[in-house]
């Protein structure tokens, strides 16, 4: 099976991804080990991580031939993407749409996740070979913004990020989505060191996307 093909559905099959953002490349790596404890299998270590390339190499490396699957994210340009994916990032995700990020990743069969909010740049999204597109800000669009882009591009995957919470969740998966993006609601308790809460917390997503699959 083609490798893009592969890790599309390592990211449906995760049906979340914890967003990493933290002030330092150990921090990063800390946190990205503390959502996995809970049992989230779904990584994205953005670039505005400190050494965000070397934090990518070692999960990747500890994580290779496991369910767990680590991206790049706040990829800006096609030097930072080709960058990720060399460190080992199995996706690529951006806050808009690029299309040299998308040549990039098309290159070497890897997902590239940009964000879009309006259906023209969804259109433009999937005929750059995009296979999933992120909503974003999903706090602004809503999961009433799924059903409304799925009826006339009923071939999108959307994951949104931004806005998504455990409250919320189930609205997002009921109106069609394929996975979701969480930071800082599934990440709070980091901000005070506490990385036992992290992993808590990552179990409460993984119970309540156990309980909407079922």
Known sequence: MLK????????????VIAVIRAKSA???????EAVIAGGLTGIEITFTVPQA????TELSSKYQDTDVVIGA??????????????????????????????????????????????????????KA??????????????P????????PLPQLNLMPTGG?????????????????GAGSNLLKPAENGDLAGVTATA???VEKLNQIRS
């Open 4 to 15: 893009k093909i592969v890790t599309t559905q390592k990211i449906k099959k995760s049906g």
């Open 26 to 32: 150990k921090k990063a790596v800390d946190i990205s």
């Open 53 to 56: 390339d070397q934090v990518i």
């Open 73 to 126: 994210g706040t990829v800006l340009d096609s030097v930072s993407a080709r960058l990720a994916i060399l460190a080992g990032a199995q996706f690529i995700v951006s806050p808009s749409f690029d299309s040299s990020v998308a040549e990039i990743c098309n290159l070497y069969q890897t997902p590239y996740t940009p964000g879009c909010q309006t259906l023209t740049e969804m259109q433009t999204a999937l």
């Open 129 to 142: 070979g995009v296979d999933i597109i992120k909503l974003f800000p999903g706090a602004i669009a809503g």
């Open 144 to 151: 009433q913004m799924v059903k409304a882009a799925l009826a």
């Open 164 to 180: 998504v919470n455990l409250e919320n969740m189930t609205d997002w998966f009921k109106a069609g989505v394929i996975a979701v």
């Open 203 to 205: 179990k409460k997503y």
